[in-house]
């Protein structure tokens, strides 16, 4: 909103004004007296239209150029408003140049500054170079565009001058000349190259949110699922990253990357899904916007510095503080490990991943101790943090030691700062880039003697319009009249100024509204239940990859720093990948039994394992338990390798000592003692029938005698009548005399009635289909199962 204060007309208008207020003022006690008592009207506004300073709002859309030269011109456009409730009459606006700043607080100072000063504000610049507005009704908006040539601004001495635009006219209630509106901004303005120039690293940052989930289609390819498809329109033509790397390849900046966002990118280049409603997926769009993006990417960055992060971007502050019981360390040197590889993979080259960078480089002890912990040697502070004490008169080099062989690279605060706040239009783009401008140059001017290296580290995620200032910003700086570009490997190895706080603050120094939004407890403590559930599952897997990558990396993103203020999405994000995990770990389990009977004291027990996988599983072992030894002992567990898709029946031998019901639990088993999955129980009923059996075979065993002997002496009678006959034809008439020998009848019959070689069968020993033949050696790969 711009700012307004009235004209002196004549030289007797202070005594005029002198004279109305205090009249006004003694008219008006005895009726704010009675007013203070009266309640206030229903429905009554708070606020009324703006008078006054506040009358007319003026913006400041464009200011060409932001640094001028000794023969140039500047112009300035923008736009005002009428804000309050009568017309303004005879407007116009004309172009205002202040003081020069004599430091960096001074600019502070002046940008928070409210109300119209002379003497701060400076004289307007009349004539041909205003321009006439009018008359102005309420509401209407009028745009301007103010050029004015370089020797007319008074611009003496290399430094940051205060400009301004004010809005001058009468309204209905005061006919006088009055500055009714004014927006102030910064001109830098350098007429010769600085002798010792501030060298100047600034980070140009490709993170995003969180979108792929760990689950993958059904189909053969497993084809990712995204959490939504909104990171088709940042990579998309206008969108936030589209522009980053579009404007960044011509910049002379550090690109700092999280990978997860090249692996995310990399893997809409393929067919994936998006979740819908419930669990059904849908198609994604983006395959053509990130094949073009990451195309880009690789151009862009070409013979530039790149540094990763840890993989996903793990919150380093919230581990620090909340995760360190729950044995979260562990996966930031994991994370750190899959940035170089992912870099590599996907861009084909090596980043440099030895700098961590905590949330808007806020540090205390514990968080340097974990950003350290994986490798980095270089911490990403800020001056607000990590902040002087000393009393020096300058910014010192960003460069501090802070011991263990660690340095600090303190960036800016009021540089890195300067581009945060929402930038919706031309006008808030504008002050930014000259706010930005006007803090470096005075930067240089502290002690233009003494060359230091300073950092910028902007917000990690910018919005595109804030990345369109930025770059404003840094095209502005390309003459290097006061500045120059270095890496960021530069800056951190630089010769670290004496004077400057080497000390990290304490841990109660680091701010509260941080600390509120940090990752809960709670959080860590899922992501290590997980974790470990996966290296169990892991271990029975033919095909890890298939499972362990999308898993893997969704742990690590729900540790994200990008989860900030998203507390429940980010729980929802957390608790999916568990379920899905745990869902997944399911479809290798036991098939439950039903009591079963056994008779005898020797048998066999099948269990079924069921692998509901796309792939092999082995280094499972099963293993059967019996609540009552004494009762029913059963045999070893042992080894299972089973299809995928498929099922498999594993034998136990068992051993009955008495009858009754027996408890029996079935329980798999990975290769390192770890139970796998839930206990399966069933019953045995043992049912001890070993007389009946003994008789039924003794009567087998006497029938067979007895038949043995029958055909014994049958035959050896036939033999004995053979010789007899013999005898008598020899001693006879010739005549051969017919024996009536009964037995000679019945052994005919015998023969025909029972054959030498049939058995009599018995009653089996164990008739119940629940088991089969002993075996030590698995049965068959089983039936095919549906998914």
């Known amino acids: 909103m711009a700012e307004a204060a009235e004209i002196p007309g004549t ?18 006690v005895p009726l704010l007296a009675g007013l203070a008592q009266l309640p206030a009207a229903p429905g009554a506004r708070a606020d009324s239209a703006p008078t006054g300073s506040r009358t007319v709002d003026v913006a400041i859309k464009t200011v060409t150029p932001t640094v001028p030269t000794a023969d140039g011109t500047v112009t300035v456009s923008g736009t005002v408003t009428n804000d309050g409730d009568s017309t303004v009459q005879d407007a116009y606006v004309a172009l205002r140049v202040g003081p020069r700043m004599n430091s960096r607080t001074a600019i502070a100072d002046a940008a928070r500054r409210k109300g119209y000063d002379p003497a701060q504000d400076g004289t307007e610049i009349r004539g041909e170079y205003s321009k006439e507005i009018g008359a102005l009704r309420s509401g209407a908006s009028r745009d301007f565009r103010l050029s004015v040539p370089v020797e007319q601004l008074n611009l003496t001495n290399a430094g940051a001058y205060q400009m301004g635009v004010s809005l001058t006219g009468q309204t209905t209630e005061r006919r006088w000349d009055q500055v009714l509106g004014i927006e102030r901004t910064f001109l830098p303005w350098q007429p010769s190259a600085a002798t010792k120039k501030t060298k100047l690293t600034f980070l140009w940052p490709l993170v995003s949110s969180t979108h792929l989930t760990a689950r993958t289609g059904t189909d053969e390819q497993q084809s990712p699922v995204f959490r939504n498809d909104t990171l088709k329109d940042e990579l998309a033509p206008g969108g936030r990253l589209q522009r980053m790397v579009a404007l960044g390849k011509d910049l002379p900046v550090t690109w700092v990357i999280d990978p997860d966002l090249l692996a995310t990118a990399d893997a809409m280049t393929k067919p994936y899904e998006v979740r819908g409603e419930g669990d059904d997926t849908v198609a994604g769009k983006g395959q053509q916007a990130a094949e073009q993006w990451l195309g880009d990417l690789q151009r862009a960055i070409e013979g530039k510095e790149v540094v990763a992060l840890p993989f996903a971007d793990p919150d380093l502050a919230s581990l620090a503080h909340r995760g360190k019981n729950h044995g979260a360390l562990s996966h930031l040197q994991t994370a750190t490990e899959l940035a170089s590889t992912t870099v590599e993979s996907v861009l084909g080259i090596t980043p440099r991943t030895d700098f961590a960078w905590p949330v808007d480089g806020a540090v205390d002890p514990s968080i340097i101790d974990v950003a350290t912990s994986a490798g980095a040697r270089n911490v990403i502070a800020r001056s607000d943090s990590l902040q002087e004490t000393g009393g020096l008169l300058y910014t010192p080099s960003a460069a501090r030691q802070i011991g263990g062989g660690n340095t600090a690279v303190v960036a800016d605060a009021r540089l890195s700062t300067a581009f945060s706040r929402g930038m919706p239009t031309a006008e808030s783009r504008t002050l930014a880039v000259q706010w930005f401008l006007a803090q470096s140059q005075m930067l240089t ?24 200032a930025m770059a404003t910003a840094l095209r502005s700086l390309s003459g290097n009249r006061w500045s120059q570009p270095q890496q960021l490997r530069a800056t951190a ?6 004077a400057a706080t080497q000390r990290v603050p304490g841990r109660g120094a680091y701010s509260d509204a941080l600390r509120g939004r940090e990752l809960p407890a709670s959080a860590f403590k899922t992501v290590q239940e997980t974790h470990t559930a996966l290296d169990q599952f892991q271990q029975i897997l033919s095909v890890r990859d298939r499972v362990v990558t999308p898993y893997g990396t969704s742990i690590l993103r729900g540790m994200s720093t990008s989860w900030r203020g998203e507390g429940r999405q980010a729980e929802n994000f957390r608790n999916a990948v568990q379920r899905d995990l745990k869902s997944l770990t399911g479809l290798v389990r036991l098939i439950p039994k039903s009591t079963i009977t056994l008779s005898g004291r020797s048998a066999t027990i099948p269990v079924t394992v069921q692998n509901g996988l796309r792939q092999d599983i082995k280094g499972l072992e099963l293993r059967l338990v019996s609540s009552q030894r004494n009762r029913l002992a059963v045999g070893e567990g042992q080894p299972i390798r089973v299809e995928g898709g498929h099922s498999q029946s594993v034998k136990f031998g068992t051993t009955a000592y008495a009858n009754g019901r027996v408890r029996v639990t079935a329980q798999l088993y990975t290769a390192d003692g770890q139970a796998y999955g839930g206990e399966m129980h069933f019953e045995v009923n043992v049912t001890e029938s070993t007389s009946t059996v003994l008789l039924v075979i003794a009567g087998g065993v006497l029938l067979l005698v007895l038949a043995g002997i029958r055909i014994y002496l049958q035959r050896k009678r036939a033999a004995h009548s053979d010789e007899s006959n013999k005898d008598g034809g020899e001693h006879g008439d010739g005549v051969r005399a017919e024996s009536e020998d009964p037995a000679g009848d019945m052994g005919e019959q015998a023969d025909e009635n029972a054959a030498p070689d049939a058995v009599v069968p018995g009653q089996p020993s164990d008739p119940t289909p629940d088991t089969g033949s002993q075996s030590a050696e698995p049965s068959g790969s089983g039936e095919k199962v549906d998914h």
């Open 11 to 28: 030289p007797s208008a202070p005594a005029r004004r002198w004279f109305r207020r205090t009249a006004a003022l003694l008219a008006g």
């Open 445 to 468: 001017l502290q002690a233009p003697e003494n060359q230091r290296s300073i950092l910028v580290a902007p917000q990690r995620m910018p919005t595109a319009r804030q990345v369109e």
């Open 493 to 498: 190895t630089a010769e670290p100024d004496p």
